[in-house]
């Protein structure tokens, strides 16, 4: 496995005590990492170990990671009884009672029953605890979203080997044409100098000298190692365990630059229509490296 897409998604879960997390991970393509993170209220302690478990992973992208937790949360639940309230509230109920002459009738369930008494607490979960569950899930999530941006990347990989070759065969097209396109203006260059000098025998040695003229501003021997050389790199990198998207996205560059310089030199039909063939492939090969982490 080589090349990863930059688009998934993945869903983890894992359950303790009756309480359920839920991890789901999206990333689309991105420049550079952007990490968004939601974690539920009272968990906020747990972002960095999050944060640092996605860097391992994901190295491009947005991504967007979701995490939730539900279920039964009573052991975490406390009622806890304000004793000095509840005795503040019987001695006022006694003094009032004598104060108008009426019977403190006064119970326990009635005292209970007056506000704050008898106060829910909430207990604070241990963090270590609570991340040996949320990190099973976390991983699950990231596992499924991987072998998705895998999956993708192979078939992107695929297509741009195959628009590789393609590439690779038109630039050996041109290269096989330039010979006989020297020959064509050789030719073509004898006749015009016969015309112009009226059937005078022509000087072999001058006419070898605006020959290697010609040669030499036809020869693109150069841009044609370079784009072969490009080509054998950009193989490289679609096979390489690394992170290769920027890599690939400016060694396109470099292809195109070659194109150009090479187009600009040769001033022929038919090779021209063989550049634009070449910049074509570049293009919709550029569209997809755009996706390559």
Not at 208 to 236: G, M, P, S, W, Y
Request: charged share 30%.
């Amino acid at each position: 496995m080589s090349s990863k897409s930059m688009t998934g998604f993945g869903r983890g879960e894992a359950e303790t005590k009756g309480r359920r997390w839920t991890v789901e991970i999206r990333c689309v393509n991105h420049r550079y990492l952007d990490l968004k993170m939601k974690l539920p209220k009272g968990y906020a302690g747990l972002e960095e170990r999050v944060r640092k478990s996605l860097t391992t992973m994901f190295t491009r992208g947005r991504v967007d990671v979701t995490l939730t937790v539900s279920g039964d949360f009573s052991d975490l639940q406390e009622i806890e009884a304000n004793t000095s309230l509840a005795l503040t509230y019987r001695d006022s109920l006694a003094k009032l009672g004598e104060q108008l002459g009426l019977a403190n009738d006064t119970s326990l369930s009635r005292l209970a029953s007056y506000p704050d008494v008898l106060q829910l607490n909430q207990r604070t979960e241990d963090l270590d605890d609570v991340w040996q569950v949320m990190q099973k899930a976390l991983l699950e999530a990231i596992t499924n979203c991987d072998t998705m941006r895998s999956e993708e990347g192979e078939a992107m990989a695929a297509d741009l080997r195959e628009r590789l070759d393609l590439f690779s065969a038109v630039v050996t097209k041109i290269e096989t044409r330039i010979p006989e396109l020297l020959r064509e203006r050789q030719e073509k260059l004898e006749e015009r100098l016969q015309k112009l000098l009226d059937n005078i025998q022509l000087d072999p040695q001058r006419l070898a000298q605006e020959v290697a003229i010609l040669a030499d501003k036809t020869d693109v021997t150069e841009e044609i190692v370079r784009l072969n050389c490009h080509i054998e790199q950009f193989r490289a990198f679609l096979d390489s365990e690394d992170a290769t998207g920027r890599k690939t996205d400016f060694l396109l560059q470099e292809f195109l630059r070659e194109v150009n310089t090479m187009a600009s030199k040769i001033n022929d039909a038919s090779i021209a229509h063989l550049t634009v063939n070449l910049k074509a492939e570049l293009e919709k090969m550029r569209e997809q490296v755009q996706n390559i982490e």
